[in-house]
């Protein structure tokens, strides 16, 4: 029996009981005032009447606050989980963002390097073209003959053609003339080293075109520079078609 107000005991177990009905609670408390004693049918009776004795230990005017006390003890840990889960979910996005972030910069700079590689290909392509157009030594240094040899004329090629470009320059030749500065096509008037046609095309680089292989030279060398980029890249255009 309670004296008083006095409290002889109260545990954890009871505010999980004062959570559960009041008409659980006051069945179990109506059950031991009764003088029962019958013992529980399996354990988790036994712990039910038991939490149910400890509840009733507590003063009527005292249950209310501890069915406060246990609510609020479930909502802070309702509340921790919550939190905890939060965190999680914050730390996983910021990982995930991280991931992102890093795939991206490795993209942007394997863009950038592709760019870089581009830039100097394309710069060191304009070298070559520019040294390809700079002929070592002009026509007009070369003093007039009243014939020349195929040697002499490859002398002269070799002298205004840049070194990189010689051989190039040297299988059109060739193939179109067989280095003949007077080569004539009886079919279609093609005329020179270069089988230019019409042959009046040699005049743009002099008027001595007809007597001065130099001329001719200089003529194919800018013919195929401005066409093609370089002798080398003619002649790759020459092979694949048999003509330029």
Same mark, same amino acid.
């Given at each position: 029996?309670? &004296? @008083?107000?006095?409290?002889?005991?109260?545990?954890?177990?009871?505010?999980?009981?004062?959570?559960?009905?009041?008409?659980?609670?006051?069945? /179990?408390?109506? @059950?031991? #005032?009764? @003088?029962?004693? @019958?013992?529980?049918?399996?354990?988790?009776?036994? !712990?039910?009447?038991?939490?149910?004795?400890?509840?009733?230990?507590?003063?009527?005017?005292?249950?209310? *606050?501890? *069915?406060?006390?246990?609510?609020?003890?479930?909502?802070?840990?309702?509340?921790?989980?919550?939190?905890?889960? %939060?965190?999680?979910?914050?730390?996983?996005?910021?990982?995930?963002?991280?991931?992102?972030?890093?795939?991206?910069?490795?993209?942007?700079? *394997?863009? !950038?390097?592709?760019? #870089?590689?581009? &830039?100097?290909?394309?710069?060191?392509?304009?070298?070559?073209?520019? #040294?390809?157009?700079?002929?070592?030594?002009?026509?007009?240094?070369? %003093?007039?003959q009243s014939s020349y040899s195929v040697a002499q004329i $490859?002398?002269?090629?070799?002298s205004m053609v840049p070194s990189g470009q010689f051989q190039?320059?040297?299988?059109?030749?060739?193939?179109?003339?067989?280095?003949?500065?007077? %080569?004539?096509?009886?079919?279609?008037? /093609?005329?020179?080293?270069?089988?230019?046609?019409? #042959?009046?095309? =040699?005049?743009?680089?002099?008027?001595?075109? $007809?007597?001065?292989?130099?001329? *001719?030279?200089? +003529?194919?060398?800018? =013919?195929?520079?401005?066409?093609?980029?370089?002798?080398?890249?003619? +002649?790759?255009? +020459?092979?694949?078609?048999? +003509? =330029?």
């Open positions: 029996m309670l &004296e @008083g107000n006095r409290v002889s005991r109260i545990s954890v177990r009871g505010f999980a009981v004062a959570s559960a009905t009041a008409v659980t609670t006051v069945g /179990a408390v109506v @059950g031991v #005032a009764s @003088g029962s004693t @019958g013992q529980p049918s399996n354990e988790a009776e036994a !712990a039910t009447a038991s939490d149910a004795t400890l509840l009733a230990d507590v003063p009527v005017g005292q249950q209310a *606050q501890v *069915q406060t006390s246990s609510l609020q003890q479930q909502a802070q840990t309702q509340a921790i989980a919550a939190d905890t889960a %939060a965190q999680k979910t914050a730390e996983e996005s910021a990982r995930k963002k991280a991931a992102e972030d890093a795939i991206a910069k490795q993209q942007d700079a *394997q863009a !950038a390097k592709e760019k #870089a590689e581009q &830039e100097a290909k394309e710069r060191e392509e304009a070298k070559k073209q520019a #040294a390809s157009r700079s002929a070592t030594r002009d026509a007009s240094s070369f %003093a007039p $490859q002398s002269m090629a070799r190039c320059f040297s299988n059109i030749v060739d193939h179109e003339s067989s280095w003949n500065y007077k %080569a004539v096509n009886a079919s279609s008037g /093609a005329y020179g080293l270069f089988q230019a046609l019409p #042959a009046g095309k =040699y005049a743009s680089a002099g008027a001595d075109w $007809q007597t001065n292989p130099a001329t *001719q030279i200089k +003529w194919g060398l800018n =013919y195929m520079n401005s066409r093609y980029g370089s002798p080398c890249e003619a +002649w790759s255009f +020459w092979q694949a078609n048999h +003509w =330029y």
